[in-house]
């Protein structure tokens, strides 16, 4: 069994900065790729960063020089830097990730519960 587990959503004022934590556990063999997506009321989820195995990273246009994704190899999370909030920030993020497991050496999509980041004066 693998789990993602997310934290560091929150309430912040436009301008203001939240980190975003993804840490996953289990019978990990390696992890390919982390990537954070977003859901925003009465929208699709959409892709906000992803970082691959060789640290290779893309943004959607909306964030690029605002938000950073990066990824701890030892620890098993990913990380999603997010300064310059706006209130169009505002979704439930979720964090995904490619994982190869111990038991069979293939890859499968894991997903984090979502965490609410709410950007408001």
Same mark, same amino acid.
């Given at each position: ?9 929150g309430?912040?004022? *436009? ?15 390696s ?9 925003a *009321?009465?929208?699709q ?11 290779n ?29 706006? *209130?169009?920030?505002t ?15 293939r ?15």
């Open positions: 069994q693998v789990q993602l587990v997310e934290s560091g959503g309430l912040v004022q *436009p301008g203001g900065s939240l980190r975003l934590s993804c840490a996953a556990s289990g019978s990990i063999f992890i390919n790729s982390v990537g954070w997506y977003r859901q *009321p009465g929208k989820r959409v892709l906000v960063a992803i970082i691959t195995s060789g640290n990273t893309n943004y959607a246009d909306s964030v690029k020089g605002r938000f950073t994704i990066s990824r701890d190899y030892a620890k098993n999370t990913g990380y999603l830097q997010m300064n310059s909030l706006k *209130p169009e920030d979704a439930v993020y979720y964090c995904n990730a490619i994982i190869v497991i111990v038991s069979t050496k890859s499968y999509s894991y997903w984090g519960q979502g965490t609410q980041v709410t950007v408001s004066s």
